[in-house]
């Protein structure tokens, strides 16, 4: 069974560009968490789709927006980039939303601005 | 803000010895998971405990949990070099309403040297 697939890897945006992520969860699995992981703020929430609705939002700027098509695959994007929007985006799928699912993480997607 | 927090954030065992680390959160909590993290890749899923088990098992991993105290542990017996990460702590919580998120602590960097 494939896992979590993210795309692109690496990727490097200038200062004011936007940023398109993509993330495939696994088979099977309605819900899609996206992470944002950086050496200073460590491992932060950024939202989770579940049945194409966003279900929780942490707490980032509207610049960071995301959405989840019928076959439950999720995008993510981010506008005007900031220096500071450098960082490793995670995403993460479970079967379903609500506590106590297992929650499987893809291999990220690292992201520069310069 | 980080729920879990865990301690020491390094550590650097010997091949063959048991390494042991801690996590401490401020809020209730419905389950606790501990995953793995190898160097600029995704998270590995190890263990899901529930707020209502004290104790659990997987391989030469042992969790425990103790909500009196909000803290966990995660014992890894007979290290090997294989085992160098980062582990990480992730409660959840709720947000509002019905809605929660998975919060994570800053890690333990766990060095095994052969």
């Known amino acids: 069974k494939a896992g979590v697939t993210q795309t692109p890897r690496y990727l490097i945006k200038t200062r004011g560009q936007q940023v398109t992520l993509s993330c495939s969860p696994i088979s099977g699995h309605r819900s899609v968490s996206w992470y944002q992981q950086t050496p200073g703020q460590g491992l932060q929430f950024l939202f989770e789709?579940?049945?194409?609705?966003?279900?929780n939002k942490g707490n980032f700027p509207g610049r960071f927006s995301g959405r989840q098509f019928s076959n439950s695959r999720s995008e993510m994007n981010v506008s005007t980039l900031e220096l500071g929007d450098s960082a490793l985006y995670l995403c993460?799928?479970?079967?379903?939303?609500?506590?106590?699912?297992?929650?499987?993480f893809g291999e990220g997607s690292w992201l520069t601005v310069v | 803000s980080q729920q879990g927090e865990e301690d020491p954030q390094a550590l650097s065992i010997q091949e063959g010895e048991n390494a042991t680390m801690n996590c401490s959160y401020k809020t209730s909590i419905n389950n606790l998971q501990w995953y793995r993290q190898n160097s600029g890749r995704g998270l590995v899923h190890l263990i899901l405990i529930r707020s209502n088990e004290r104790e659990k098992h997987s391989g030469r991993l042992r969790v425990t949990l103790d909500t009196s105290k909000k803290s966990s542990s995660l014992l890894i017996t007979a290290s090997r070099a294989a085992d160098t990460a980062s582990y990480f702590c992730?409660?959840?919580?709720?947000?509002?309403?019905?809605?929660?998120?998975?919060?994570f602590g800053k890690g333990t960097l766990l060095t095994v040297n052969p």
């Open positions: 789709y579940f049945s194409e609705t966003q279900r």
């Open positions: 993460a799928s479970s079967l379903v939303s609500g506590f106590g699912n297992t929650i499987y």
């Open positions: 992730a409660t959840d919580a709720w947000i509002t309403g019905s809605n929660y998120k998975l919060t």
